[in-house]
C-alpha cells in the first residue's frame, strides 16, 4: 500500500484515516483495542480523534483519546503512527472555544489522556466566531515551540475566517493550517466544492473528509426505514433515505457488482480518485466493515465509474 505524503509536512499516511468516534461510544475499550489491531497489522498508521469524543455519551469526552493512548502504550507503537486530535468542541460542560487559555490548557490534557508527548496533526474542530484568529495562531506557535504539537488544521471553520487565518500567518509569521477536515462524501459535495476546494487548492491543504460514508447510508445497509435500528448511529443516515439517495445506492450497487466489490468500498474509491483527497476519515466497528475499507485503496475506478456516480451525486440535479 502506498502512503501519501500531508502536503507541507514531514508525515506519510495511509490512505485510509480512521475516525475515533466510535471509540468508548459504539465499542467498548476491549473492542476498541481489536479493531486497531486489525487496522495497524494491515499497514494503516493514521487515526483521528478529538478531546471531546465521545462527550454526549458522559458529558464531557475523553474517552477516545484514552482508549488510544492505553492501546498505543500496550503495542508500544506510537512511533509508527500519525495521531491526529482537536480541540475547540463543545461539551455539556463548556462551549465552543478556541482562544489561548483554552487551547493550552486543552492540549495538555490531550498529551496526558493519548499517553504522548506529542501530537501530530493538531486540529481547530469548531470556531468560537469570537476569539481572534492571530490569538488562535499565536497558542499553536506556542505549542509548536514548545514540540507538543507538529502541525494543525482546520474543521469547521468559515471559508472566511479559513481565508483569514492564512493572511495572518502570513502578516505575523505565525503557523499556518497544513490540512482541511470537511464534511464530504458522494451525498454531500456541494459545500465542499463550492466553498472549500478552490481554498484547498489555493493553500496547498491536504483534505480529510468526515463522514465519508454519509453516517453509514452509503454502506447500503439503509435501505427503508425499518434499517435505522441496526445501528445506535442508523438515524443520522435517514435524511438521505429519499429518490437521489436510492438512485446513489443503486449505482453503486452496480459499479460494486462490476468490481466484485462492496457499496462502502466504491464510495470510498471515489473520494481517493480526487486528487486533493488525501485520506478520507471512516469508522468501523467490526471486521467485516474494516476489510471494506481496506480495499478501498486497491480499487481502481475507470472513468465510466466516475462519471456514473459524479452524475447521480450531482448536487445541480
Known amino acids: 500500500m502506498k502512503k501519501r505524503t500531508v502536503k507541507n509536512t514531514e508525515l506519510t499516511v495511509a490512505p485510509i484515516n480512521f475516525g475515533g468516534n466510535v471509540f468508548g461510544w459504539t465499542l467498548d475499550e476491549k473492542q476498541s483495542f481489536?479493531?486497531?489491531d486489525i487496522f495497524f497489522e494491515k499497514g494503516f498508521n493514521f487515526i483521528d480523534t478529538a478531546d471531546t469524543y465521545s462527550w454526549w455519551v458522559n458529558g464531557k469526552g475523553g474517552q477516545s483519546e484514552e482508549i488510544i493512548g492505553k492501546w498505543m502504550k500496550s503495542r508500544n507503537n506510537r512511533k509508527e503512527l500519525v495521531i491526529a486530535t482537536k480541540v475547540g468542541s463543545e461539551t455539556s460542560e463548556h462551549g465552543y472555544d478556541i482562544s489561548r487559555k483554552h487551547i493550552l490548557k486543552s492540549v495538555d490534557e490531550s498529551l496526558q489522556r493519548l499517553q504522548t508527548d506529542r501530537i501530530d496533526l493538531y486540529y481547530t474542530h469548531f470556531d468560537d466566531k469570537q476569539t481572534p484568529v492571530e490569538e488562535t495562531l499565536s497558542a499553536y506557535d506556542e505549542v509548536i515551540k514548545a514540540g507538543k504539537v507538529r502541525y494543525i488544521g482546520?474543521?469547521?471553520?468559515s471559508p472566511e475566517r479559513l481565508t483569514e487565518s492564512f493572511k495572518?500567518?502570513?502578516?505575523h509569521n505565525l503557523p499556518k493550517y497544513v490540512a482541511l477536515q470537511p464534511h464530504y462524501n458522494l451525498m454531500e459535495r456541494e459545500g465542499f466544492e463550492k466553498k472549500y476546494?478552490?481554498?484547498?487548492?489555493?493553500?496547498?491543504?491536504?483534505?480529510f473528509p468526515y463522514w465519508s460514508?454519509?453516517?453509514?447510508?452509503?454502506t447500503g445497509k439503509y435501505r427503508d426505514e425499518s434499517d435505522f435500528s441496526k445501528s445506535q448511529r442508523g438515524e443520522g443516515a435517514g435524511k438521505y433515505l429519499n429518490p437521489k439517495g436510492l438512485?446513489?445506492?443503486?449505482?453503486l450497487d452496480e459499479i460494486s457488482y462490476k468490481h466484485q466489490s462492496k457499496p462502502a468500498t466504491v464510495a470510498l474509491a471515489w473520494l481517493l480518485a480526487n486528487p486533493l483527497i488525501t485520506a478520507p476519515i471512516v469508522s468501523a466497528t467490526s471486521e467485516s466493515q474494516l476489510?471494506?475499507?481496506f480495499a478501498?485503496?486497491?480499487?481502481?475506478?475507470?472513468?465510466?465509474?466516475?462519471?456514473l456516480l459524479n452524475k447521480v451525486s450531482d448536487f445541480n440535479q
Not at 482546520?154 to 471553520?157: D, I, K, P, Q, V
Not at 460514508?213 to 452509503?218: D, E, H, Q, R
Not at 478501498?296 to 462519471?307: C, F, H, R, W
Request: charged share 25%; hydrophobic share 50%; net charge negative.
Open 34 to 36: 481489536e479493531i486497531l
Open 291 to 293: 476489510q471494506a475499507l
Open 154 to 157: 482546520a474543521s469547521n471553520l
Open 197 to 207: 476546494a478552490p481554498l484547498a487548492e489555493k493553500y496547498g491543504l491536504s483534505v
Open 247 to 251: 438512485e446513489v445506492l443503486q449505482v
Open 296 to 307: 478501498a485503496p486497491e480499487l481502481y475506478l475507470d472513468n465510466e465509474d466516475i462519471e
Open 213 to 218: 460514508l454519509a453516517s453509514g447510508f452509503l
Open 168 to 171: 495572518t500567518a502570513e502578516e
